[in-house]
């Protein structure tokens, strides 16, 4: 299956959006301000490609220029204005993870708005329309899954260590290698669980007031 090439100069819209990741091409107007805000769980990352920006991020204003970079970590408060007046500037940027809500306003003293939940399509992804019931018994069935993955690999860890420490006395790299490869295999295991309930979520949360 072919991938997708994308042009910086023509797209803005969000490219990808997974639990793992958002990631976005953003055109920022002339002499536009983002409002303040954070993010709960992900870190902000941003590439100037076009243009120039201020960036505000934990009382810090630096300004970014093409070419250059920053990232805004969770829960740091942050802020992006376009500082030309008569072009655009265009910027790379991806948040990770990206799990609901998403964006957390500020006010300027640091002050919490409530949490805001955005449908799917505001990051240019699908819309759940299927039963909102259909949807809280998958994700009570996924936390289920996701407890017993974690029980499975908290023992499989447990065993895996006393293996490693074993085959460290006894020299033994091979020995050693094939603990750690068991770990990561449950370890894996455990964050593809996790990222199936982080969609399920995604998908369940922004549907409350309907």
Known sequence: MAFEVYDFRDVNKNVLTTPEIRARLYHMEPGQVDRLHSHDLGHEIFLILEGKAEFMIAGHTEVLEAGQLCVALADEIHQVRNLLPDRRTV????????????????????????????????????????????????????????????????????????NWR?????????????????????????????????????RLAPRADE
């Open 91 to 162: 910027m790379f940027l991806s948040v990770t993870p990206h799990i609901q809500p998403t964006h957390t306003g500020r006010d300027p003293d640091g002050s919490v708005h409530p949490p805001q939940f955005r449908s799917n399509s505001f990051y240019d992804d699908e819309d759940d329309t299927g039963p909102i019931a259909d949807l809280l018994d998958a994700f009570v069935r996924g936390a289920d899954a996701l407890a017993d993955e974690a029980r499975q690999a908290a023992a499989v860890h447990a065993q895996q260590a006393a």
């Open 166 to 202: 074993k085959a460290q006395g006894a020299d033994d790299k091979d020995a050693t290698i094939a603990a750690r490869n068991a770990m990561w295999k449950a370890v894996r295991s455990l964050h593809t669980r996790l990222f199936k309930l982080d969609l399920t979520w995604n």
